[in-house]
Nanobody, 124 residues
Framework: QVQLVESGGGLVQAGVSLRLSCIAS????????MSWFRQGPNTAREFVAA????????YYADSVKGRFTISRDNAKNTIFLQMNTLKPEDTATYFC?????????????????WGQGTQVTVSS
């Protein structure tokens, strides 16, 4: 059974940094795309960042480009999201997702596996 477990969320002030982690178990995702999505209050779940199945393949939403960095440790079946210069509009539940394919995708329906989410709250 595949499981994705996120951690690292919290309540922080604007301008600081947080690092989220997502550990996968049940199968290896070293050649698959894994991503972060987020969902704020009363908003749809949106794409944040992806790390593809080929080395160095990453993609970011415009809203986080230059502030967030996605990375992966295939030996640990883990991905990370380094979030710098956090803003109140980054407040959301952050979800880790994985798909069967190595191709990058921003569409949530392309992802078969999801974590339960970790809450990030940024105060002004």
């Amino acid at each position: 059974q595949v499981q994705l477990v996120e951690s690292g969320g919290g309540l922080v002030q604007a301008g600081v940094s947080l690092r989220l982690s997502c550990i996968a178990s049940g199968r290896a995702f070293d050649t698959s795309t894994m991503s972060w999505f987020r969902q704020g209050p009363n908003t749809a779940r949106e794409f944040v960042a992806a790390t593809g199945g080929t080395p160095g393949a990453t993609y970011y939403a415009d809203s986080v480009k230059g502030r967030f960095t996605i990375s992966r440790d295939n030996a640990k079946n883990t991905i990370f999201l380094q979030m710098n210069t956090l803003k109140p509009e980054d407040t959301a539940t952050y979800f880790c997702a994985a798909r069967e394919s190595p191709g990058l995708s921003t569409l949530r329906f392309d992802y078969a596996y999801w974590g339960q989410g970790t809450q990030v709250t940024v105060s002004s």
